[in-house]
């Protein structure tokens, strides 16, 4: 069966960077995009780029451009969302999710990575 | 960037109770609408894409309907199962954007 699952629960002190990975199984890694999204405390969610799985290709949100890369290793079929420059108010629960169709809408997500940003 | 407004954004209601869940974009986004419930500690679930594609395995008392501006997703007749916190989200262009979330309560 679809499933993607992310690594756990990440403290950083502001200023530091953080990786997030989302490992996929049961698909074609290589057919999908890799949607990353974030969700701070009472806050709506937030999305903040995706990649083509198969050819690279990123697309981000221009509110993290700059500070947010998303890869991918075909090999490991894992996509990987790096964001640096953390503040506090990067505190939040990132999520990643499969994007399929053709309008990328997100199917599949995963359990989700709790990231504190704390002093 | 696509403002997305939803209404209301909270609603008690009953088990059984048809409800009705409204989103409107700040411009047209054709049918590229997609439609989540979220549940507390939990990831959104993908309910319904397109605007009125049902996903797979989601119940059939689930339906969305729209194109353009205006979208709705409504639930036939809630189940206790139902009541959690559900999202519109556009992926017309980039960034994609949500809805501020309507939480559906238990009356």
């Known amino acids: 069966q679809v499933q993607v699952v992310q690594s756990g629960t990440e403290v950083r002190k502001p200023g530091a960077s953080v990786k997030v990975s989302c490992k996929a199984s049961g698909f074609t890694f290589t057919n999908y995009a890799i949607h990353w999204v974030r969700q701070a405390p009472g806050q709506r969610l937030e999305w903040m780029g995706w990649i083509n799985a198969g050819t690279g290709d990123t697309k981000y949100s221009q509110k993290f451009r700059g500070r947010v890369t998303i890869t991918r290793d075909t090999s490991a079929i894992t996509a990987y969302m790096e964001l640096s420059s953390l503040r506090s108010e990067d505190t939040a629960v990132y999520y990643c999710a499969r994007g399929s169709g053709y309008d990328l809408h997100f199917d599949y997500w995963g359990q989700g990575t709790l990231v504190t940003v704390s002093s | 960037d696509i403002q997305m407004t939803q209404s209301p954004s909270s609603l008690s209601a009953s088990v059984g109770d048809r409800v009705t869940i409204t989103c409107r974009a700040s411009?047209?986004?054709?049918?590229?609408l997609s439609w989540y419930q979220q549940k507390p500690g939990k990831a959104p679930n993908l309910l319904v894409y397109?605007?009125?594609s049902l996903q797979g395995g989601v119940p059939s008392r689930f339906s969305g309907s729209g194109s353009g501006t205006d979208f709705t997703l409504t639930i036939s007749s809630l189940q206790p199962e139902d009541f959690a916190t559900y999202y519109c989200?556009?992926?017309?262009?980039?960034?994609?954007?949500f809805g501020l979330g309507t939480k559906l309560e238990i009356k």
């Open positions: 989200q556009q992926s017309y262009s980039t960034p994609y954007t």
């Open positions: 411009q047209s986004i054709s049918s590229y």
């Open positions: 397109t605007a009125s």
